[in-house]
């Protein structure tokens, strides 16, 4: 398959049969997060980079023979690795015996979340978390780094105006609908955000719709329009702002005789210590995600655009 | 009254079952985008709200039922907006239906299905 | 009940994921997307159901508004020059007809 458009359609689909099939596994964070990113926004972004690089495939120019053995020797070598390893979901593997365990029964205690896999993410893995959102920062830079536009002139910014007023004048149902729409999905991403404790949720996931939600208004209402409305400024400073939320709680923590992002010394009560850290580093990844999935966007659009 | 509300229940959730039932075939059979996206357009939004309003009979609580109205309520809002959004944008970007198609070629090629 | 419209909606999904495959424009493929969305917020909600979590609602709903994000995002850079000045889409319609 020639078409690249094609693939990503289908990419799209792969993303939500893989969604029901976490669903159906009884894994709802994972189905939710595949869902905001591997369907939605995922599909997007591949979207505006086809259309920078052109839409089908080029012919190959070489024979990548050697880059196959190669990958077929790291392959055995890691099939090869896999045989000491336990059996799939056998009972006395060491993740059954030691972690998980512990997570399930003293989890509701030490943090007081009924939603395990958030107390794991935020609490207990926090450093694998701000690793995470460390690299999702590091994206946004670069892509600020290699694709930023620089300003244009202001004939070109009146000529580009007119092609999407007039653009845009014709979806009128389009527009309308966004507008109502809009609202809910902003709010409904704050719901994510802070029902994450006692919910599947989180802050990837809210930072992901709500990225969408500003998408979808510079999708329709054109990309002038949507810069006007979030200052591009405002954006680049709150995507280091999330960043340095998280690093700033663990370092009070060092601050009041505890070890990095250990949330015990936050309060005076270990529970709600936990309860204000894991607030506090889930906002900070979500104004990370969401900032950066915006700076890609515009960058990636405007940079086709030529604004 | 439990008796009718199930039974209520159970019918909307057959006559949505058979709605979507009837979009495959149609997104599977017919002939060219735009009959098959009349197909889908139109069972899409009934039969989802019909399997919809069947959830919603079955689990009378607050939080759920609530949810479960947001969901009709937005599926009743995009479904029929996407298929109007797709429908325009093909015809602009000079996708013939196949009925225009058949007369331009002066009927010669009418004996397709 | 639930289990029957849960299969009916599987079925509905692999005619989709078909006509998404063979479909000969890119207008096909959209619509099969589109449709799979919809299928997918229904079959989410209903296994929710079989399962006894309603939980499940919150995917559901951010399904249903991913799914309007993304189609009108992909009719969004169908409409840009690239993509209407293509060989492919000129060929697939003439193929067609």
Redesign the interface.
């Known amino acids: 398959m020639r078409d690249l458009f094609a693939v990503v359609m289908l990419s799209g689909i792969f993303g939500l049969l893989s969604a029901s099939f976490f669903v159906a596994m009884d894994a709802v964070d994972v189905a939710f997060t595949e869902a905001s990113v591997g369907a939605g926004i995922a599909s997007l972004l591949m979207l505006t980079a086809v259309t920078l690089t052109g839409r089908s495939e080029d012919s190959e120019r070489h024979r990548p023979m050697w880059a196959l053995v190669v990958v077929f020797i790291t392959g055995g070598l890691l099939i090869y690795g896999t045989l000491d390893m336990p059996y799939f979901g056998s009972a006395d593997a060491p993740i059954h015996l030691h972690v998980a365990p512990r997570y399930i029964n003293d989890s509701m205690q030490e943090t007081g979340l009924p939603n395990i896999v958030t107390s794991v993410l935020a609490s207990y893995r926090g450093f694998d978390t701000f690793g995470e959102v460390v690299v999702i920062f590091t994206a946004g830079i670069g892509v600020l780094a290699l694709l930023r536009v620089g300003r244009r002139s202001g004939i070109h910014r009146v000529m580009a105006d007119s092609i999407f007023y007039l653009m845009h004048e014709q979806h009128l149902i389009l527009r309308i609908t966004t507008k109502i729409l809009i609202p809910f999905i902003l709010l409904f991403a704050l719901y994510v955000q802070f029902h994450g404790d006692f919910g599947p949720g989180g802050g990837f996931q809210a930072g992901v719709i709500f990225a969408a939600a500003i998408i979808l208004y510079a999708m329709v209402f054109g990309l002038p329009t949507a810069r006007r409305v979030v200052n591009r400024t405002f954006v680049r400073l709150l995507s280091a702002a999330g960043v340095l939320l998280y690093g700033g709680v663990g370092v009070v923590t060092m601050l009041n005789g505890g070890n990095f992002l250990d949330y015990n010394v936050l309060a005076g009560d270990p529970v709600a210590g936990q309860h204000l850290g894991i607030l506090l580093i889930e906002l900070g990844v979500g104004c990370t995600v969401a900032a950066v999935m915006v700076i890609i966007f515009f960058n990636f659009s405007g940079r086709r655009d030529n604004l | 009254m439990e008796l009718i509300v199930d039974i209520s229940?159970?019918l909307c959730?057959?006559l949505?079952?058979?709605l979507?039932?009837s979009?495959?075939?149609g997104?599977?059979r017919l002939p060219?985008?735009y009959t098959?996206?009349h197909a889908?357009g139109v069972t899409?939004t009934l039969g989802?709200g019909l399997?919809?309003i069947?959830?919603m009979l079955?689990?009378p609580?607050g939080l759920?039922e609530i949810?479960?109205l947001?969901?009709l309520v937005?599926?009743l809002?995009?479904?029929p907006?996407?298929?109007?959004?797709?429908a325009?944008?093909?015809l602009?970007?000079?996708?013939?239906p196949l009925s225009d198609?058949n007369e331009n070629n002066g009927g010669t090629?009418s004996s397709k299905p | 009940m639930l289990i029957a419209a849960t299969i009916a909606i599987l079925v509905v999904m692999i005619l989709g994921i078909i006509r998404g495959i063979t479909g000969p424009t890119l207008y096909d493929r959209i619509l099969a997307v589109n449709m799979f969305g919809t299928k997918t917020v229904l079959l989410i909600s209903l296994l929710g159901f079989v399962m006894g979590r309603p939980d499940f609602l919150d995917i559901a709903i951010v399904y249903a508004l991913i799914n309007f994000i993304s189609i009108i995002g992909v009719l969004h850079f169908s409409d840009s020059a690239v993509f209407r000045h293509d060989p492919h889409d000129s060929e697939s319609t003439t193929k067609e007809s």
């Open positions: 229940s159970a959730l057959l949505g079952s058979f979507c039932l979009g495959g075939v997104i599977m060219d985008f098959r996206m889908v899409d989802a399997i919809l069947g959830l079955q689990n609580e759920v949810k479960l947001l969901i937005m599926t809002f995009i479904s907006v996407a298929s109007h959004a797709l325009k944008a093909a602009r970007n000079h996708l013939v198609r090629e």
